[in-house]
């Protein structure tokens, strides 16, 4: 009797990692030369079943990057694969339709251990990329080291429907590029033009996870907490920030900027590599609200210096064992700055109750905004820039072409 089984393949398009997709740089595709026999099919835009598979693209949806995510996925009948080690290359190019003769190309290669011929069942093979609003034409194979072929050709259009219509000024146009291995790359600085208004702006960000037991941050934690970070780091109407990057549970300070003209993303992403939310010490483990005190002693000692002109805390849902003191907060409500909190909760619904940052900011008068969804976050810094500088607060950020 033959072996039923599925192998997943779960490949995101990455630049600069072997066993995933990986995009080639812009400096280098005039010289792009594809194989001949991946050209040809590329030329003919004909369908192949040379190498049994079925493969569809997903509608591109919108992540709190501002980019759309769109994922491909192929299934391959295991019988297909059977016998010796094998290696899948995969070839992609992507062209947006405003310009045409500057596609991008994808090159993936997985490795394919020996599988027995009564194995049945299908691998499954998952990619995922990114797209500024517009229309693409996507061209797509697969291939095995008898050069056996499995093409596709896809017309996908990435664009803001519904609620999110309102966001397509803080969305890029013909974009394509990589699911990043790091969410915290460098941004474009934009050029900084001040109001005159409130202009240095300090944000308390806690790196938490959703999932209270999980012991690392999750790639969704990581890419909610960097979106929020990057549409603030956008705003050219900020002069400057001052970064004060934290763990509550592990109760640590993992990173600090101060006053700079931009959010130095790739520094911040270097120091979370030393983040382990399963590692405790344990002094803190014997003082029964270690976590509330780390808190107090953050929110007292950050509120008082750098003079901000506004205080943003930055966080996933994070609930206590005790509530900071309104002894400690009371004081603090003579600052003449606002305090606002955008809390990053994927799911609301089941989670609707006030956390601690956010009693805090509730007894200094402060602003909580609940982010779910990127249009959330769109929609929360234009009130906060509504407050900050009034009459504004409609430009969240340019629109960058490539």
């Not at 039923?4 to 792009?32: D, H, M, N, W, Y």
């Not at 006030?354 to 779910?372: H, M, N, P």
Request: charged share 25%.
């Amino acid at each position: 009797m033959g072996m039923k089984t599925q192998i997943v393949l779960i490949a995101a398009l990455a630049a600069g990692t072997a066993r995933t997709q990986s995009l080639i740089p812009r400096e280098a595709r005039e010289s792009i030369r594809l194989m001949p026999n991946d050209a040809a099919v590329f030329d003919l835009q004909e369908t192949r079943n040379d190498l049994a598979c079925s493969a569809s693209v997903s509608r591109p949806e919108l992540g709190f990057d501002f980019l759309f995510h769109t994922r491909y996925e192929v299934s391959i009948p295991m019988k297909e694969l059977s016998g010796a080690k094998n290696m899948l290359t995969i070839v992609m190019r992507v062209s947006p339709e405003r310009r045409k003769d500057q596609p991008s190309y994808f090159v993936q290669k997985v490795y394919v251990p020996p599988i027995a011929e009564d194995t049945t069942g299908n691998a499954v093979l998952e990619g995922m990329f990114r797209l500024g609003e517009g229309r693409y034409h996507i061209e797509w194979l697969i291939r095995d080291m008898d050069e056996r072929v499995c093409a596709r050709f896809w017309d996908v259009e990435a664009r803001a429907i519904g609620d999110d219509i309102r966001v397509t000024q803080a969305i890029q146009r013909d974009v394509i590029q990589p699911l990043d291995v790091t969410l915290f790359d460098e941004e474009v600085t934009p050029q900084r033009r001040p109001t005159g208004l409130p202009t240095h702006v300090k944000i308390i960000v806690n790196f938490a996870s959703q999932t209270p037991e999980a012991a690392a941050l999750s790639r969704a934690d990581l890419q909610g907490l960097a979106g929020i970070l990057r549409i603030i780091g956008r705003d050219p109407r900020i002069g400057s920030f001052s970064i004060v990057a934290c763990s509550v549970q592990t109760q640590q300070v993992v990173y600090r900027q101060r006053n700079e003209s931009n959010i130095d993303l790739p520094a911040l992403g270097k120091a979370l590599k030393s983040l382990s939310l399963g590692s405790v010490d344990a002094k803190q483990l014997a003082s029964k609200n270690s976590e509330t005190e780390f808190l107090a002693r953050l929110i007292t000692e950050e509120m008082r210096k750098d003079d901000p002109d506004a205080v943003i805390f930055v966080s996933p849902k994070y609930y206590l064992g005790a509530n900071v003191s309104r002894v400690i907060v009371e004081p603090l409500r003579d600052s003449d700055h606002p305090v606002f909190y955008l809390n990053y909760n994927a799911n609301p619904l089941s989670n609707p109750w006030r956390d601690a940052i956010g009693r805090v900011v509730k007894q200094l008068r402060g602003f909580e905004y609940t982010i779910s969804r990127p249009r959330d976050l769109f929609n929360a810094w234009s009130d906060i820039m509504s407050r900050l500088a009034p009459g504004q607060a409609n430009a969240v950020s340019a629109v960058v072409e490539p």
